[in-house]
């Protein structure tokens, strides 16, 4: 059983930073893919960001392409989230998820099968 522990979120202002991190309870971390998705209130799941199992390719969602970078730890079972330049339109619960297989077959949340319990991330003034 695969467990998912987000941390790191909080309230930041526009333009600040944020760095997620997911702690990973599996024997076997560096054989899953790894993402993170974040929901609105009012809004559905969206993808942000996933990684296969060594790093070597990465996915974006458009609207986070150069402001966001997904990266692990494999020693460390960790898989985190920067965030810079973050804008109001940002705030969120941010998920992470795990994908066995490494791969990433698509950035839809049903490719991902275990998940955290999502962490708020509040971007305001």
């Known amino acids: 059983q695969v467990q998912l522990v987000e941390s790191g979120g909080g309230l930041v202002q526009p333009g600040g930073s944020l760095r997620l991190s997911c702690a990973v309870s599996?024997?076997?971390?560096?054989?899953?893919?790894m993402g993170w998705f974040r929901q609105a209130p009012g809004k559905e799941r969206e993808f942000v960001a996933a990684?296969?199992?060594?790093?070597?390719?990465?996915y974006y969602a458009e609207s986070m392409k150069g402001r966001f970078t997904i990266s692990r730890d494999n020693a460390k079972n960790t898989v985190y989230l920067q965030m810079n330049s973050l804008k109001p339109e940002d705030t969120a619960v941010y998920y992470c998820?795990?994908?066995?297989?490494?791969?990433?077959?698509?950035?839809?949340?049903?490719?991902?099968?275990?998940w955290g319990q999502g962490t708020q991330v509040t971007v305001s003034s």
């Open positions: 990684m296969t199992w060594n790093g070597g390719t990465l």
């Open positions: 599996v024997r076997t971390f560096s054989t899953y893919a």
């Open positions: 998820a795990a994908r066995a297989g490494g791969r990433i077959s698509g950035t839809s949340g049903a490719d991902f099968g275990s």
